[in-house]
Structures are given as structure tokens and as C-alpha cells.
């Protein structure tokens, strides 16, 4: 069906009307098993919307999806009434109530739901959650933590949730049902499905995941135990009793639960005979249940939703249906037989070869365009007694110890220092350690140790303190995505979500005065020309994901130029020794750190001296040098103004002339000013930093699991060359999702023209093979 003023389905239209209202909504399945859940992969509490342009988007993957309000982002509690038991009508029940505290119904907003029952809706300040108190029978609650199907809605079969009265009328939760929800109630021994009410387990990706009744209904003996195994049998005595009380309420006090419950508690030095027994026996409802113990464990550090997809119950009409869908395309697929040769190569069936698509290619630095100069003598020592040569990283870590020799005495064309946050990426054991060592080799051979800093920063007064001591270093940071995963962490302490903001500033401070905040203990200070230069490695996934809790848009990530990628090495034996540091390396470090006399040498790590007089600054060397800057700037301000791509290349610009500054520096005897070969090396290296970025971010942020295991899976494809086997897809997953959730995700990537799935045969006969590649 369709909205009557458009072509639109008509729960989009109902969705679209909800969210123009403030309500929160979101897409639940309209029809089948799961009928009035969630639909595949969707973390509903974390992603209900009023933004028009998201609820459009999940209508075009899910077109046939009914609205559900989440009812805490919406300040709403429903009082759900139902007629599903012969004995018990919940809609009487509920008009008794009500006439028995003189409460007249008449004008607020109710909605018939399909199976005769219905929602009366209230507003809330989000004090009332799905406890449904000392209701009677029949009625349940839905608040803080809940949601309903949206009035309005068409379910796939028809039926309606058919709105009587305006939700913006509806009013207060009265008094007397404050009352009657805050007291101890008896469990009702029914559950209600029908009227589409949240009762089907865990919140997918919400940090606070609850366990709520139907999941206690579906959680097996084993998933039990394994949120049990998380907390340690000797805690402390009320999270000991809660445990105890929360597998009592799961298992219904059953000799079952009994069982799990004592052998849980006698691994503990604390445990003695009988007390389980004693106090189990004692239990009586007491609201605590399963939630109550996943919280718990979660504290420990389980991992909820990794547990409960773990002991999900198998759904045989699922996976029924997808059998019968895999059947209809397994047949389509016949009339296009692919076929893969020995060699790999795979053609049609009339030996038309089949080419893998044509990808995106990473732009990479190579070793034949290290620039002439120290910084690609350098550059190239470190790949040269490297076990596992990385250019990249080599010339991003010969940049920031070239620009720290050079750090607060040079400036560029525009008035920029040398200092550079500089993040090599790449593979566990690809060689990127190698580079961050000899950072830290070369500074203490060329007699320049007192100018390496820390490998990482606690806390935001730990970094001022020492740059007030050494305002010019270079830190080389290994497992550098920890480092910021740590910093940028919701529950980070102010000082230490305080350090991005130090490193922030003092990247772009160059010759300037920074004034540090005053705390306890420390009055405020100034450092004069601070040159923090940063080499920090990681793996793309662990720095990726650590930006995961921050936004890109507060500029800390665009400070850094991005060296490296994912290529791989191959292993082989050094050329030179790493431990013998070249002279010609040490006597060009010298005369850089040296080039401005003896009387400023004394003054290079003083924080109190203000080397802003005698600054040196490189000129263009030419018309030609400057004209090649003007058009890069002017291309790249195209980028910033471009809301998809700013955040990206909004220090591209003076990234490429520090970088240039730092190679013309580097010209031993050359003269003192940028050419043009030294900024259109610096364009690339800027302008690759940027591109790195953004494929980075398309690769690995995400805002869900799902979109997280589709990116996988795309990373995977891509890495394959465009194409891939499904079985060789499952082993490069590690069996990170079931068979049937990926099943479930590849076919909605399909569906979005993501990926597409090929039928291939053996050229000597066999069965054939799944598939995937990219689409382009």
C-alpha cells in the first residue's frame, strides 16, 4: 500500500509523520516468524531517528518494513492491554482500573491493535521502564527500554494499528499508576507478543544490553554458565546473591539452575557447603532477572552480544525460507554458468574470460620517489637494514627526524614550522616497527637523545609538564590505535580526553605561544614555539576502529599525514647493519640542528626562550614553486567546502608545505628555499594522506555491526582482488558471524548492489562454487 499524497509505501509515509513530531522511529518486519522485531542487524535503541534522510534510507533497503516508536527517545509509556489468554481480558482489566481511581479515558490516545487489544499512551520524564509494577493480568507496560508497533502502521498481513485521538495530547502518567507501577507485583505467567511490544532479547550493539523476559524464555543452561564464568566466583557478597537470584529467576528456581548456580560458586575460596542450597531455597521474585546478571558480567568484561548470537535459538522457518530462496537463484543462475580453469582464470561457458573488477587503487609512496636530500638518504637507510622494507613508513619516519633537527629555527614559505604528526599503517608483522625504532636509534647517534620523547601520554597535564621541559621532541608511539582508542573513549577521564586537545593545538602552533591550563597543584604556564613532532604505527583496523567513539570532524585525525596502507613486505635479509647509523646521515642532522648558531643551540629545548626573532624562513625558490602551491590550494579549498570530504583535507594545504619545508631543509648545501620539485612532493605525500583517510573511513567506521561486518567483508573482497570464493570468504571472516547471520548479510548486500554472487563451476566437472565480487 501507498501513502495517498505519493508513491511512497504507506508505512514510510506513517514513519515520516511520526518523526516530524519528534518521535523516535525505526524499521521492524511486518510479517513472518519474527513478525513486529527489529529488522536483521539493526541496534534499535541506538539508531531510532527523527532524521528524514535516515528513515528514507532504511525504507529503500527495507521497503516492506512496518514503524515501531522507541518509546524512551519519544518520552512516552504505553500501557499495553491484551486479549490473548481465554481467562484473562487485559482491556476490562484495564477499564476496571481505571473507573476504580475515577479516571476518565476520554480524549487520550489510544490505539486498537490487531489481536482486539490496545495502547493508551502517556507522557514521561523517563522514570518508568517496562516494569509493570502491580498491574493485573493482562496488562503490561512499555517504557524506558521498550517500544511498540507506531499507530498507523499496516503489517504485511493487513492488519492495523489504528490510532484514535493525537499523541501530542496524550498526558502525564497519573499519579495512581505511578503508584500502582513502583509496587511488587506477581510475574505474570503469560507473555504477550502480539500487540508488537519489545521482548525479544538483546539490544543489539547498546553498551547496556538487557535481558528481558523472552530472552530468559530462550537462553539455554550453556548461556547461563557463560555469563556466569565472566565473574569471578569470589566477588563481593551482594553481586554474589544478585548472580545467585538472577539464574534463579532464568531457570524458574529449577534443579538445573540450582546446579549451574552452586558449581559456579564452589570454584570460589569463599564457598561452603550448603549455603547455595540454604539461600536458593529462600529466593521469591524480587524484579532481579537475567538483565540483572548480563550486567554484571558485563562489567567483567563479557561481551553480551557476542554471548547471546552465540546461543541464539536456531530458526528453522528462517532458514527453511532461505533454502527455498537459495533454490529460486540457484536456478536463475543456470541460464550463466561461470567456469574457473586451473590457472584461476574464469571464463563463461562460451570461454569468454571473465575479468575481476577494476578497483580503487591506494596511492603509495615508493621507494624510487624518496626525494634527494637527507630525507631520502634517510629514508632509504632505514629500508636498507629493515628485514621487511616499508618505503612509506621509512619516509614518514626520516620526515619527522629531519623536522625535528629543525624544529624552532625554520619556517616555511607561509609561515609554517616543521614539526609532523606522522601515522604509519600497515599489517601485524609487516615490518612497521622497524621504522619507529630507528627513529630513536638516529636522534641518540647524531648526539640529538634529549630530543626523543615518550612512547605515550597519560594524561593531559603529563604532556604540558613535558613539553615545558622539552618543547622540541619527536615521540615514536607503537600500537598507536590503543593510544587513541584510550584517549577518545566515552568513559575517558577530562585529562585524558584532554590530551587530543593539546595534541591539536600544538600541531598547529608554529612559533607561537601555547598557555597551559591551570589545575591543582600547577599554575598555568607558557611555552613559547612548542615543535611536538609524533610517529606513531598501527593496524588500520585498530586505528580505525579506536575513531569509532570520536568524531572525525573535531580535526584531531586530519593533523596527521597518513603513511603506508596495507600493501605487504616480504621478508629478507638486511643490506646494511641497523645498529651502525651512516655518517653522512649524522653530519647532515648536525649542520641542520647547528644551522643557527651556537648561542640559539643553547636555547633549543628551553621553553621559556622565544626563538620567534631569530627564526629562519624559506622563501619560494621561484614563480613556478609558488604558482604550483596557488593551484593546489585553490583545488583543495573545492574539497573543504564539499561536506563530505572537509573533514578530510582541511589541513591538507599546510601538511604539503611542511613537508616540503622539511625536504628543502634537508638539501644538504642546497639553498635555503622551497623549488618546485620539493612542493609537488609534498602535494602527493599531502594530497595521498587525504585519500588514505577517506578510503579509510569508508573501510572501517561504521554505525552498526552490520555496517561494521559489511565493511569486513568488502575489505576482504578488495583484498582478494575484487573477487572472491565463499568458502575462502568464510575462513577470512574466522567464523566471526554464523552461517546463517552471513547468509543473512550478504543477501541484504546484494540487495544494495554492493557485492554480486556468481555460480562457478570447476573447467573438469564438480559442483559448483559460490562467488562474490565487487560491484563497480
Wanted: glycine share 10%; charged share 25%.
Amino acid at each position: 500500500m501507498t501513502g495517498s499524497q505519493s508513491d511512497e509505501p504507506w508505512n514510510l509515509t506513517v514513519a515520516l509523520s511520526l518523526a516530524r513530531q519528534g518521535l523516535a522511529v525505526f524499521p521492524v518486519q511486518s510479517g513472518g516468524e519474527k513478525a513486529k522485531r527489529p529488522v536483521p542487524f539493526f541496534r534499535w535503541r541506538e539508531n531510532s531517528s527523527t532524521d528524514e534522510k535516515e528513515i528514507r534510507h532504511w525504507w529503500r533497503r527495507w521497503p516492506d518494513a512496518a514503524p515501531a516508536l522507541d518509546l524512551a527517545k519519544s518520552g512516552l509509556l504505553v500501557v499495553d492491554a491484551d486479549r490473548h489468554a481465554a481467562d484473562v481480558d487485559g482491556v476490562e482489566a484495564w477499564r476496571d482500573l481505571m473507573a476504580a481511581h475515577g479516571f476518565e479515558p476520554s480524549g487520550m490516545p489510544v490505539v486498537a491493535t490487531p489481536n482486539e487489544g490496545c495502547h493508551f499512551f502517556f507522557r514521561q520524564d523517563g522514570s518508568f521502564t517496562n516494569n509493570r509494577g502491580a498491574l493485573p493480568p493482562g496488562i503490561d507496560v512499555r517504557g524506558n527500554g521498550g517500544y511498540v508497533v507506531a499507530p498507523g502502521a499496516i503489517m504485511a498481513d493487513g492488519r492495523t494499528y489504528d490510532l484514535d485521538g493525537d499523541l501530542s495530547e496524550a498526558i502525564e502518567v497519573p499519579q495512581w499508576l505511578a503508584q500502582t507501577l513502583a509496587k511488587r507485583g506477581p510475574t505474570p505467567g503469560g507473555q504477550s507478543d502480539a500487540d508488537g511490544s519489545e521482548r525479544h532479547g538483546l539490544n543489539e550493539g547498546n553498551p547496556t544490553i538487557r535481558y528481558d523476559r523472552t530472552v530468559e524464555d530462550e537462553t539455554s543452561a550453556d548461556e547461563i554458565a557463560e555469563l556466569l564464568s565472566h565473574v569471578p566466583s569470589d566477588c563481593g557478597y551482594d553481586e554474589w546473591i544478585q548472580a545467585l537470584m538472577a539464574v534463579h529467576a532464568a531457570t524458574g528456581g529449577s534443579s538445573t539452575g540450582f546446579s549451574i548456580a552452586d558449581a559456579w560458586s564452589s570454584r570460589g575460596t569463599k564457598y561452603r557447603q550448603g549455603e547455595v542450597a540454604a539461600k536458593w531455597r529462600s529466593f521469591r521474585s524480587s524484579g532481579i532477572s537475567l538483565g540483572s546478571l548480563a550486567e554484571i558480567s558485563r562489567r567483567y568484561g563479557a561481551d553480551l552480544s557476542a554471548i547471546r548470537i552465540a546461543h541464539m535459538p536456531e530458526d528453522r522457518a528462517a532458514i527453511d525460507h532461505g533454502a527455498r530462496i537459495a533454490d529460486a537463484l540457484r536456478a536463475s543462475f543456470d541460464a550463466k554458468v561461470l567456469i574457473e580453469h586451473p590457472d584461476g582464470t574464469i571464463t563463461t561457458a562460451d570461454g569468454e574470460v571473465v575479468d575481476a573488477p577494476v578497483l580503487q587503487e591506494r596511492v603509495i609512496v615508493r621507494p624510487a620517489e624518496f626525494p634527494e636530500g637527507l630525507v631520502g638518504d634517510i629514508a632509504q637507510w632505514i629500508c636498507d637494514t629493515a628485514r621487511r622494507p616499508q618505503p612509506s613508513l621509512a619516509l614518514g619516519a626520516a620526515l619527522t627526524i629531519v623536522g625535528t633537527a629543525a624544529g624552532r629555527q625554520f619556517v616555511g614559505p607561509t609561515g609554517s614550522g616543521t614539526h609532523l604528526y606522522v601515522l604509519g599503517l600497515a599489517p601485524t608483522g609487516q615490518g612497521k616497527d622497524h621504522a619507529l625504532q630507528q627513529i630513536a636509534r638516529i636522534m641518540r647517534a647524531a648526539q640529538l637523545g634529549m630530543h626523543v620523547g615518550p612512547s605515550e601520554f597519560i594524561s593531559m597535564p603529563a604532556v604540558i609538564n613535558f613539553l615545558l621541559r622539552s618543547p622540541l621532541t619527536v615521540c615514536p608511539m607503537d600500537e598507536f590505535g590503543d593510544f587513541m582508542a584510550r584517549i577518545l573513549h566515552k568513559k575517558a577521564s577530562s585529562f585524558e580526553r584532554s590530551v587530543a586537545k593539546v595534541l591539536r593545538s600544538m600541531w598547529g602552533i608554529s612559533f607561537g605561544e601555547y598557555q597551559s591550563p591551570e589545575w591543582a597543584g600547577r599554575s598555568a604556564s607558557t611555552i613559547h614555539a612548542p615543535a611536538l613532532s609524533i610517529y606513531g604505527v598501527s593496524t588500520p583496523e585498530q586505528f580505525w576502529r579506536a575513531l569509532e567513539g570520536a568524531a572525525i570532524e573535531d580535526g584531531t585525525v586530519n593533523r596527521f599525514t597518513l603513511v603506508g596502507g596495507d600493501q605487504r613486505s616480504i621478508d629478507r635479509d638486511p643490506d646494511f647493519d641497523p645498529h651502525v647509523v651512516p655518517q653522512c646521515i649524522l653530519d647532515g642532522l648536525k649542520s641542520i640542528y647547528e644551522r643557527s648558531g651556537a648561542v640559539q643551540l643553547g636555547r633549543r629545548n628551553d621553553s621559556a626562550a622565544n626563538p620567534s626573532d631569530v627564526r629562519r624562513e624559506l622563501p619560494w625558490q621561484d614563480a613556478e614553486a609558488q604558482g604550483a602551491f596557488e593551484t593546489f590550494k585553490t583545488a583543495t579549498e573545492a574539497k573543504i567546502e564539499d561536506p563530505a570530504t572537509s573533514a578530510f583535507y582541511a589541513r591538507t594545504v599546510e601538511m604539503a608545505v611542511r613537508i616540503a619545508t622539511v625536504v628543502a631543509i634537508g638539501r644538504v648545501g642546497g639553498q635555503e628555499s622551497v623549488s618546485l620539485r620539493d612542493i609537488e612532493f609534498g602535494i602527493a605525500m599531502a594530497e595521498t594522506s587525504s585519500a588514505m583517510m577517506l578510503l579509510g573511513a569508508q573501510d572501517y567506521l561504521s554505525n552498526s555491526e552490520h555496517q561494521s561486518q559489511a565493511q569486513k567483508i568488502r575489505r576482504i573482497i578488495k583484498s582478494r582482488g575484487g573477487r572472491i570464493q565463499r568458502k575462502a570468504l568464510l575462513v577470512a571472516m574466522q567464523h566471526s558471524l554464523r552461517a546463517r547471520d552471513l547468509n543473512d548479510l550478504l543477501k541484504a548486500m546484494e540487495e544494495a548492489d554492493e557485492i554480486v554472487s556468481e555460480d562457478v563451476a570447476p573447467a573438469a566437472g564438480g559442483p559448483k562454487a559460490k562467488w562474490y565480487r565487487i560491484r563497480v
